[in-house]
C-alpha cells in the first residue's frame, strides 16, 4: 500500500502544485522584477533599477506608514499567538464542548472586511462611549477612532480578534501532534503540566510556532 501511495504521489500532488506555482511563484517573482521597473502596465516594463525604493524612502509619509506598519505588525504578532497557544492549550485539555467552542473562535476568521470594518467602527464609535458614560472613565470619553493612539489599539483587537481563531487551530493540532507515550513518561518521571509545556510540547510544536509566525506577519503587513 505504502508503495502504491509513493508512487502516484506525484500524480495527485501535481494539480496543486502547479496551482500553487501559478497562483504564487510566478506572480511573487513578477512583483519582485516589477519593483526594479517603471510601468503602467506589466508589458510594457522598463528597468530602473532600485530608483523606486530610493523614491519611497525619500519619502516621510511612506517612512511613517511603513514603521508604524512594522510596529503593528509586532504588536499584532505577540498578542495573536499569546492568545491562540493560550486557547489551544485550553482546549485541548479534556472538557466538554471543545468542539463548539473551536468553531465559536475559528468564526470571525469568515467575516468579510467590509462587514467586519462597520460592525467594530460602531463598536469603538457608539458602544464604547455609551459604555464610558455608564462607567464614568476616561478612556472610553469618546470614540477610540479619533485619535491616532485609540485607532492603533483598535486595529489590533480587531486582527487579534479575526485571526486569533485561525492560528487557534494550527497551535491545536501541534498540540494533538505530541506523542502521549512521551506526556505520559514524563509525568511518571514527576513533570508538572507547567514542565510538560514547556520542555515537551513546545520543543515540538516548533513547526506549528513557525507556521503561525509566518501567517501573522504575512497578514499584519498586509493591512499597510
Known amino acids: 500500500m505504502q508503495k502504491a501511495v509513493k508512487r502516484y504521489m506525484p500524480i495527485f500532488v501535481l494539480p496543486t502544485f502547479c496551482a500553487f506555482i501559478l497562483g504564487f511563484i510566478i506572480p511573487f517573482i513578477m512583483g519582485i522584477w516589477l519593483s526594479f521597473c517603471k510601468f503602467t502596465t506589466v508589458t510594457d516594463a522598463k528597468f530602473v533599477g532600485f530608483s523606486n525604493y530610493k523614491k519611497a524612502f525619500e519619502d516621510t509619509v511612506f517612512r511613517h506608514s511603513f514603521w508604524y506598519t512594522a510596529l503593528f505588525a509586532v504588536a499584532s504578532l505577540i498578542i495573536i499567538n499569546a492568545v491562540a497557544f493560550a486557547l489551544a492549550s485550553a482546549l485541548t485539555k479534556n472538557m466538554?464542548?471543545?468542539?463548539?467552542?473551536?468553531?465559536?473562535f475559528f468564526m470571525p476568521n469568515l467575516i468579510g472586511g467590509i462587514v467586519l470594518g462597520y460592525i467594530w467602527q460602531f463598536i469603538f464609535s457608539r458602544v464604547m462611549v455609551d459604555l464610558g458614560n455608564i462607567i464614568s472613565l476616561p478612556i472610553f470619553a469618546k470614540s477610540w477612532l479619533s485619535s491616532?493612539?485609540?485607532?492603533?489599539?483598535?486595529?489590533?483587537?480587531?486582527?487579534?480578534?479575526?485571526?486569533?481563531?485561525?492560528?487557534?487551530?494550527?497551535?491545536?493540532?501541534?498540540?494533538?501532534?505530541v506523542p502521549t507515550d512521551l506526556l505520559e513518561a514524563?509525568?511518571?518521571?514527576?513533570?508538572?503540566?507547567?514542565?510538560?509545556?514547556?520542555?515537551?510540547?513546545?520543543?515540538?510544536?516548533?513547526?506549528?510556532?513557525?507556521?503561525?509566525?509566518?501567517?501573522s506577519i504575512t497578514r499584519c503587513f498586509k493591512v499597510y
Do not use: E
Open 96 to 104: 466538554r464542548g471543545t468542539n463548539i467552542f473551536r468553531t465559536i
Open 186 to 215: 514524563a509525568r511518571i518521571d514527576g513533570a508538572n503540566a507547567s514542565q510538560l509545556t514547556r520542555y515537551i510540547r513546545m520543543p515540538m510544536m516548533v513547526p506549528a510556532f513557525v507556521t503561525c509566525l509566518f501567517l
Open 148 to 177: 491616532p493612539g485609540g485607532a492603533f489599539t483598535a486595529l489590533v483587537i480587531v486582527t487579534t480578534w479575526q485571526y486569533s481563531g485561525y492560528m487557534l487551530l494550527i497551535y491545536i493540532s501541534g498540540f494533538v501532534s
